[in-house]
Every structure is written in structure tokens, then in C-alpha cells.
């Protein structure tokens, strides 16, 4: 078995409150105990407001919200994020990614049972209100990226 404390979720963001906020909603249903994951949302410098209105949400999981002073990429934000991680697994989610009720506890188990190094990359099932013509070409409407 593998040794695992905690997931680490990394939310990059820019510019997205509105999906980001659904999001973050949807993680209360998680089945993973809210003890052994975090969730840390970096803002890469957004102009919405969004800094602003994460800084007064509540949720019952840890979250964190790190604000970029110069917008610098998802890349940048990604990194930022993982370097404030303090578990031992990093789950890099999207801001538009509403997640199924089970994918942080599968995250989990997979690293607890395994050795080694490795990634894990799932199934994208695009919810009918953020399907464009750009989703559909990258995924021909099959989730499979």
C-alpha cells in the first residue's frame, strides 16, 4: 500500500467565478471524508471580482485561495498551487470541471493501493450547459480527451 495523508485539489482560475463557484459547491458532495483533501483555487490575477468573492465563501472542506498579483497562465497558477499543497497527492482539477461525487475518494484509493509514481486521467462527461462547437470538435462529444 501506498503512503497517502491527504489530497491536494489545485483549481487554477481567470476570469470564472460563475462556473468556478458551481464547482466548489458541487465538492461538499464528495464521499471522500473532508478530512483528507484540500482545495486550493489560485486566481491568475482576475478583473471579475473573484479574488473578492472567494475571500467570503464558506465551505466544510479546507480551502485555500492564493491571488496572483500578474496574470501569468494556467501553468504558473498550477504551479503556485502545488508548491502550497500540503498533501500527498496533487488532483489538478479545471474551475469548469463539476466532479462526480466519487473522484476525489477514487484519486485517493488508487495512490493508496499502488507504488510508485504514475497520474491518473479520467473521463470528462461535459454537462449539457458548457458543451460549445470547440468541446464538441476536442472530444467528439465522447468526453474522451
Not at 487554477?12 to 466548489?24: C, E, K
Not at 472542506?61 to 497562465?73: E, F, H, M, P, R
Amino acid at each position: 500500500m501506498g503512503q497517502v495523508d491527504r489530497v491536494s485539489v489545485v483549481i487554477p482560475t481567470h476570469n470564472r467565478f460563475g462556473i468556478l463557484s458551481w464547482a466548489l459547491r458541487e465538492i461538499k458532495h464528495q464521499s471522500l471524508d473532508f478530512g483528507l483533501f484540500e482545495v486550493i483555487v489560485v486566481d491568475d490575477c482576475s478583473s471579475d471580482g473573484t479574488l473578492e468573492k472567494l475571500s467570503v465563501i464558506e465551505t466544510p472542506y479546507k480551502l485555500t485561495v492564493i491571488g496572483l498579483d500578474k496574470n501569468s497562465g494556467p501553468a504558473t497558477s498550477r504551479n503556485r498551487g502545488a508548491e502550497k499543497a500540503t498533501g500527498t497527492i496533487l488532483l489538478f482539477m479545471g474551475d469548469d470541471c463539476i466532479p462526480h461525487r466519487h473522484m476525489f475518494w477514487r484519486h485517493y484509493y488508487s495512490h493508496s493501493v499502488r507504488h510508485g509514481e504514475f497520474s491518473i486521467q479520467g473521463y470528462t462527461e461535459w454537462h449539457s450547459s458548457v458543451i460549445d462547437e470547440f468541446a464538441l470538435f476536442l472530444t467528439n462529444a465522447s468526453g474522451l480527451q
